[in-house]
């Protein structure tokens, strides 16, 4: 297993562009999360998706979108980029939500808006 | 806001253990304390959970106290690739709400000296 891919690994943006993050898993979970973390800081999550068709936000979710058509991807859309949206992404997948259901972090996408 | 409460840092020398502690003193009764690394900006990694027993692991002993009020995380033989970012983190499980998100707080930079 592949586990959480992510892509690009490195993005710079120009302030009002609008670009997709993408993030997969194979391990067929039913929970996915976007977070994002700002310099000595800790994760904040910015939308979570429970099952394919159903989404929901986080804390910070002002400035994204997302979607899930499928169980495998959960991509994350920024439709006008700010400077303040400078920050590395991570996403995360789990089986579901249990206890006992360990989350998996992808490696992260650092994105810089001029 | 994170429920628990780290030191910003701490040393310790390879092949010896690393004690680290976590307050949670307004842990609820169905809170489980998570504990995950990070490893020089990769994605976080699950390291070990538990409600109120101790708990061990191929990684690491969580210690919780009777209270629950705090925890303490053992490595008990560190190596240098255990310096990272270790993050105490208090979430419910299973269908309750708020169990769609970790908590990060800031964490505690563990150093592992040669």
């Known amino acids: 297993n592949a586990g959480v891919t992510q892509t690009p690994k490195f993005q710079v943006l120009k302030t009002g562009q609008s670009m997709t993050l993408q993030c997969a898993q194979d391990?067929?979970?039913?929970?996915m999360s976007w977070y994002r973390q700002d310099p000595g800081m800790g994760l904040r999550l910015i939308h979570y998706?429970?099952?394919?068709?159903?989404?929901d936000q986080g804390e910070v979710p002002n400035g994204y979108n997302v979607s899930r058509s499928t169980t495998e991807d959960f991509p994350l859309r920024l439709l006008s980029a700010a400077p303040s949206q400078t920050s590395v992404y991570f996403c995360a997948s789990s089986f579901g939500l249990a206890e006992t259901d360990t989350q998996y972090f992808g490696p992260g996408t650092r994105l810089t808006v001029l | 806001d994170a429920k628990t409460t780290q030191p910003t840092s701490m040393d310790c020398a390879e092949g010896r253990a690393a004690n680290l502690p976590c307050n949670h003193s307004t842990i609820s009764g169905n809170e489980y304390v998570y504990w995950y690394r990070q490893i020089h900006s990769q994605g976080p990694q699950y390291i070990i959970h538990?409600?109120?027993n101790n708990e061990t692991n191929e990684m690491a002993s969580l210690i919780i106290t009777e209270d629950r009020k705090s925890s303490t995380l053992i490595l008990p033989h560190a190596t240098l690739r255990d310096t990272a970012v270790y993050y105490c983190?208090?979430?419910?499980?299973?269908?309750?709400?708020?169990?769609?998100?970790?908590?990060f707080g800031k964490g505690t930079k563990l150093t592992v000296n040669p």
């Open positions: 983190i208090v979430r419910v499980g299973g269908s309750q709400g708020g169990s769609e998100k970790l908590v």
């Open positions: 391990m067929n979970h039913e929970y």
């Open positions: 998706s429970v099952g394919a068709g159903i989404t």
């Open positions: 538990g409600l109120k």
